[in-house]
């Protein structure tokens, strides 16, 4: 009995020791990780270059926490697991105004579909929370269309650009090309990062919906320069 006791203790202490390790992991990968200053805009033409000096994120380390997967349609109600050849990489971080955590992006996708998080931790690595701010898919000529922006501003306040197909039937990132038109309405979503590094949606804008074409999510433009007029409350 005291053996098995023994064999459990000894367990405890090297499984408790490897998540110690695993967590000093995600700090120090924050701190190999460029800083870009506040305020900064998820600008289509960066994106499309992006990441410039990414650094391998150790995700597993949080469990299920992330959600692995990518989008390839336009509305973001397809998903396909990221395979072990996937990507999931922290290029950038920045320092909060308000509080003492980590926060940084994390680009996670295979070849041109790529999904973006604005993730914090403790300044231990432990996870505090997570939110969605960019999905860029690619046409069936190659050309990324840029679906989701965002902005984070100096008081860390987060604003979500999304523009969404009105169709109840899924249009696929690859089923179109710049040329096609789509009925959508965009959505701006604000957030507030608050003192503790927790993500808390505070506002929504919809607009009236319109149709676009994939054009107008390639090259250099961006969601908020669009002239679409906003819903009366």
Same mark, same amino acid.
């Given at each position: ?24 992991? /995600? #700090? ?14 998820? &600008? ?10 990414? @650094? ?49 992006? /994390?680009?996670?996708? @295979?070849?041109?579909?790529?999904? #973006? ?26 050309? $990324? *269309? ?37 009925? *959508? ?11 503790? $590094?927790?993500?808390?949606? @505070? ?10 074409? &994939? ?7 961006? @969601? ?10």
């Amino acid at each position: 009995m005291r053996k098995k006791i023994l064999i459990t203790i000894l367990l405890s202490i090297f499984f408790l020791s490897q998540a110690e390790a695993q967590i000093g992991d /995600i #700090k120090r990968v924050f701190g190999m990780t460029p800083l870009t200053q506040l305020p900064y805009k998820g &600008v289509m033409g960066e994106t499309l270059i992006e990441p410039y000096a990414s @650094i391998y994120f150790p995700y597993k380390t949080w469990g299920n926490k992330l959600d692995m997967s990518y989008w390839i349609d336009y509305g973001l109600t397809i998903s396909v697991p990221l395979a072990e050849d996937g990507d999931c990489s922290i290029f950038r971080r920045f320092v909060p105004s308000n509080g003492q955590y980590l926060i940084g992006v /994390i680009d996670l996708g @295979i070849m041109d579909y790529i999904r #973006k998080y604005l993730i914090t931790a403790t300044l231990d690595g432990e996870f505090i929370d997570c939110l969605e701010v960019s999905v860029l898919g690619s046409t069936n000529t190659g050309v $990324g *269309a840029l679906i989701k922006q965002w902005k984070i501003d100096a008081d860390m306040v987060v604003t979500v650009y999304q523009v969404k197909p009105t169709s109840t039937t899924p249009i696929r990132f690859e089923d179109t090309s710049p040329q096609t038109k789509m009925n *959508a309405q965009r959505i701006d979503t604000r957030y507030q990062i608050d003192e503790t $590094g927790h993500i808390k949606k @505070i506002k929504e804008i919809k607009y009236q919906p319109q149709d676009y074409m &994939v054009l107008d999510f390639t090259e250099n433009r961006n @969601i908020w320069d669009g002239k679409e007029q906003p819903l009366v409350p």
